[in-house]
């Protein structure tokens, strides 16, 4: 029994140990039946939610203003706008407006380059004594011929140009038509090397004395650009083919000729070695990007 000891002991305990012990545990009795009775609390409990918690709202925050007490100001009344706000308008506006003239332009240039290869095709007029320049532009890139003299003394050298890679010349040299000073036009005989621009360094073929027939392209005057430096006549130095200014200089008429060659590789270098004026092909060289500017605005 596991309580046998205990009780064994209460009684080997003597007779007095035995009295106090119960006099203090029905003292103990007493107090407690005197003790006045704790009411249960009847204060309500706050009932569990099986719910779950509801997440954290931007209005629990403390300083959580609303829209709807305080509205943002979505309309400036009375105020103009600025300048970025216009800016954003007119760029569609201005890239519509390019657009449709690149589509213009477009239109012309293919006309013209097929009025250009319509003409190069057909064979060489010959070029009248008297021309009219205001008549060049109907013929632009037509092949024409002409049988004269060149006037090497009045020889005109026009660059920088590049050919190849090779720094040299364009060779601008009057021709005298059957022995009549106001019939002389410019000839665009071709390039030489900035090594041979000196003619007592050239082979004698590269500046025949003898009537010549020349056989190229009747071009309109070059037009200069922004970039390009002034001509110097007077020191002789031309920089893009003025022909109007040449016409004056040499006396001749503003009537610009471009001499045209096979493009033959053992040709060309024979010529480039001995300062013979290498010919341009019988092409047009038009450049066409229009399209390109089109899908570009």
């Known amino acids: 029994m596991a309580n046998g000891p205990v009780f064994l002991n209460c009684l080997l305990r003597p007779a007095a140990t035995r009295r106090v012990t119960a006099s203090i545990g029905r003292n103990a009795a007493q107090k407690w039946a005197a003790a006045p009775r704790q ?14 918690r509801r997440p954290k709202q931007a209005a629990d925050e403390p300083g959580f203003t609303s829209i709807v007490d305080n509205p943002p100001e ?5 105020r103009r706008h600025g300048p970025g706000l216009i800016v954003l308008a007119i760029i569609p506006v201005a890239a519509f407006i390019l657009g449709t003239w690149q589509v213009q332009r477009l239109k012309w ?7 250009c290869e319509d003409r ?3 064979s060489p007029l010959p070029l009248p004594g008297r021309v009219d320049p205001d008549a060049i532009a109907d013929f632009d890139y037509r092949r024409v011929h002409a049988a004269g003299r060149f006037r090497h003394d009045q020889e005109m050298l026009v660059g920088p140009r590049i050919h190849d890679g090779e720094q040299g010349y364009m060779v601008v040299t009057p021709l005298e038509r059957d022995g009549d000073p106001d019939a002389k036009v410019l000839v665009n005989r071709g390039w030489i090397s900035k ?16 009537e010549v027939r020349v056989e190229g392209l009747l071009r309109q005057p070059w037009k ?3 970039f390009t430096p002034d001509n110097k ?19 001749s008429q503003p009537v610009w000729i471009e001499a045209t060659m096979e493009p033959d590789l053992m040709q060309v270098l024979d010529f ?22 089109i899908f570009t605005w």
């Open 39 to 52: 009411q249960p609390s009847t204060a309500a409990r706050r009932p569990i939610s099986t719910s779950p």
């Open 74 to 78: 979505l309309v400036r009344t009375g």
């Open 109 to 115: 240039k293919t006309e013209l380059l097929a009025k």
């Open 120 to 122: 190069i095709v057909r």
């Open 195 to 210: 090594k041979l621009a000196d003619q007592r360094k050239r082979h004698p073929d590269a500046l025949p004395r003898d």
């Open 224 to 226: 200069k650009n922004m």
């Open 233 to 251: 006549p007077q020191t002789g130095e031309f920089y893009f083919p003025d022909v109007h200014q040449m016409a004056a200089l040499t006396k």
């Open 272 to 293: 480039e070695h001995r300062g013979i004026p290498i010919g341009r092909p019988a092409e047009v060289n038009l450049r066409n990007n229009h399209a390109q500017y």
